[in-house]
């Protein structure tokens, strides 16, 4: 069992930062491979960024590819998501999600290959 917490999240003007943490529960957070999922209202939860288990790997979705970097202190059992030159589209609430099942990467991308999700944090960018 892994339970996930995020915070940072929080209003930030067009072009801001912002770092978002989770923090997990449980001694083996180093063997879950780690996500970031977002959703604005109205629509789909959508795939953010991913890190494998070891944090050797990353994965990014094409519209924060280059402005976004996730990241993992396994020592801390917390996985960051640092946003640089924020967007208004990228308003939303942002979940942290935890998978065992760090085979096949390629499925990183979908809501169903998590096991464990937080509660989610707010991101707001204003002009």
């Known amino acids: 069992q892994v339970q996930l917490v995020e915070s940072g999240g929080g209003l930030v003007q067009t072009g801001g930062s912002l770092r978002l943490s989770c923090a997990a529960s449980?001694?083996?957070?180093?063997?879950?491979?780690m996500g970031w999922f977002r959703q604005a209202p109205g629509k789909e939860r959508e795939f953010v960024a991913a890190?494998?288990?070891?944090?050797?790997?990353?994965y990014y979705a094409d519209s924060v590819k280059g402005r976004f970097t996730i990241s993992r202190d396994n020592a801390k059992n917390t996985v960051y998501l640092q946003m640089n030159t924020l967007k208004s589209e990228d308003t939303a609430v942002y979940y942290c999600?935890?998978?065992?099942?760090?085979?096949?990467?390629?499925?990183?991308?979908?809501?169903?290959?998590?096991?464990?999700w937080g509660q989610g944090t707010q991101v707001t960018v204003s002009s």
């Open positions: 999600a935890a998978t065992a099942r760090s085979e096949y990467s390629s499925t990183y991308y979908y809501t169903w290959k998590y096991d464990y």
């Open positions: 449980g001694r083996t957070f180093s063997r879950y491979a």
């Open positions: 890190i494998s288990w070891i944090g050797a790997n990353t």
